[in-house]
């Protein structure tokens, strides 16, 4: 007699009693709300005391779908949703019409040169080769918006690589760029597991020009290093000039609220390949103190 073949479950799955719920008959029960399915009924999902529900699901759903990628590690791109292609960038400043305006657009086209740093960088790391697990590194992480962000995720898809968009939802009406991988697309709710999935598979971090949204960002990153919170990666201000300009880290350092030390965290870098080989300098230097 053969060996009977054990059934892998004997329960149905949730897909199939959901759509069987679909076509119950219709009566008072089965139309009233508290008949629905819990994981169906969208009123309840919602609810003030199903937060912790919520926060759980989307921390869950973007690590599923990295893991189903074979995603290990990301290349992070912070930058404003504000700073066009040279391009645009010259246009806007065309269309000035008065003094203001004017040198704002001024400095948004000496900016410019920043889309073009980021699409550059996504490329170059975009185009490393799996590791020997098959595992993807690297793989370029912006917020899925305009500008610094879209020129991310265009640099990975210039090369014919796929890259992730972390959007969210904002009262003001928005979408991804095209340039992100339509699987890799992932929209939040929650400002704060946005900002954790960003830093969970981060291995080095790349922080352009930018307002409020990328200042909370960085300096998130920076004090979780700065307290140990997590491991050092690499941290890179592209742009000197703005950066000194919008931030007097020094001044921090003299007035004795932050060490010196801690201004080793980051490194300023202008260009493309000088990012690429500060990365590459410290995960070198790291594989050699491991092996001593």
Not at 38 to 51: N, S, T, Y
Not at 203 to 221: I, K, S
Request: aromatic content about 10%.
């Amino acid at each position: 007699m053969n060996d009977p073949k054990v059934p892998n479950r004997v329960f149905p799955r949730a897909k199939q009693d959901a759509e069987s719920a679909k076509t119950v008959v219709p009566t008072p029960q089965t139309e009233n709300p508290a008949y629905k399915l819990a994981f169906q009924d969208m009123d309840f999902l919602l609810r003030e005391d199903l937060r912790p529900v919520r926060f759980q699901l989307e921390l869950l759903k973007p690590q599923l779908v990295l893991d189903e990628a074979n995603i290990a590690s990301t290349f992070v791109m912070y930058g404003s949703a504000r700073i066009p292609e040279p391009a645009k960038a010259q246009a806007l400043l065309e269309l000035a019409t008065d003094d203001k305006s004017r040198r704002i657009a001024e400095r948004l086209v000496a900016k410019s040169k920043y889309y073009e740093v980021a699409r550059e960088l996504a490329r170059i790391v975009s185009e490393l080769p799996r590791d020997e697990d098959g595992k993807r590194q690297f793989v370029v992480c912006s917020g899925g918006g305009p500008s610094i962000m879209e020129a991310a995720n265009r640099g990975a898809a210039d090369v014919g690589q796929e890259s992730i968009g972390l959007n969210i939802v904002l009262p003001h009406e928005q979408a991804p760029n095209p340039y992100v991988t339509p699987s890799l697309s992932l929209q939040f709710h929650y400002f704060a597991l946005r900002k954790m999935h960003f830093l969970l598979h981060a291995r080095a971090l790349a922080a352009f020009p930018g307002g409020f949204g990328t200042f909370d960002e960085l300096f998130e990153l920076l004090t979780l290093i700065q307290t140990g919170k997590i491991k050092p990666i690499p941290v890179l201000l592209i742009g000197r000039e703005f950066w000194d300009k919008v931030v007097d880290f020094q001044a921090l350092v003299d007035e004795g609220v932050v060490s010196e030390r801690d201004l080793s965290i980051f490194t300023y870098v202008e260009t493309a390949e000088e990012a690429w080989d500060v990365v590459k300098r410290f995960y070198e230097n790291q594989a050699a103190a491991e092996g001593a």
